[in-house]
């Protein structure tokens, strides 16, 4: 199981939050990138997507390559294992809830309907 803490799982669903960042992590699931090129399809300013990146840097969901003056960006899985992970365990709970709810409500109607006791509808 991945471990979680409150502080990781804080600044990765911060940084999913925006959905240029989101676009930006599908980008970079395809393959490295530079910033230029992450830029490109949303006209928006090299700045403003340099912005966009040091928030996923922060929440350690890309990492930055230097080569000289070239900076190259990858997905580091890490994060949005930790999120996953912590999103499964929920998910596990509210399936069993609602598996119980299920349960209860046919054994009810089961119960109301030998009993004739269903529900009428108002005339």
Do not use: C
Not at 40 to 56: D, N, Q, R, T, W
Not at 78 to 106: C, H, K, N, V
Not at 116 to 122: F, Q
């Amino acid at each position: 199981m991945v471990k979680y803490s409150d502080d990781v799982l804080d600044a990765t669903f911060r940084a999913l939050s925006d959905p240029t960042r989101r676009a930006i992590l599908a980008r970079l699931a395809e393959g490295e990138a530079q910033v230029t090129e992450l830029a490109e399809p949303f006209g928006i300013s090299l700045p403003a997507v340099s912005k966009h990146l040091k928030v996923l840097e922060k929440a350690r969901l890309i990492r930055r390559h230097r080569d000289g003056r070239i900076h190259r960006f990858t997905v580091n899985p890490e994060p949005i294992a930790s999120a996953m992970s912590w999103i499964e365990t929920y998910q596990r709970f509210w399936e069993r809830q609602l598996d119980a709810l299920g349960t209860f409500l046919e054994k009810r109607n089961a119960k109301e309907k030998r009993h004739g006791t269903g529900r009428r509808k108002p005339e």
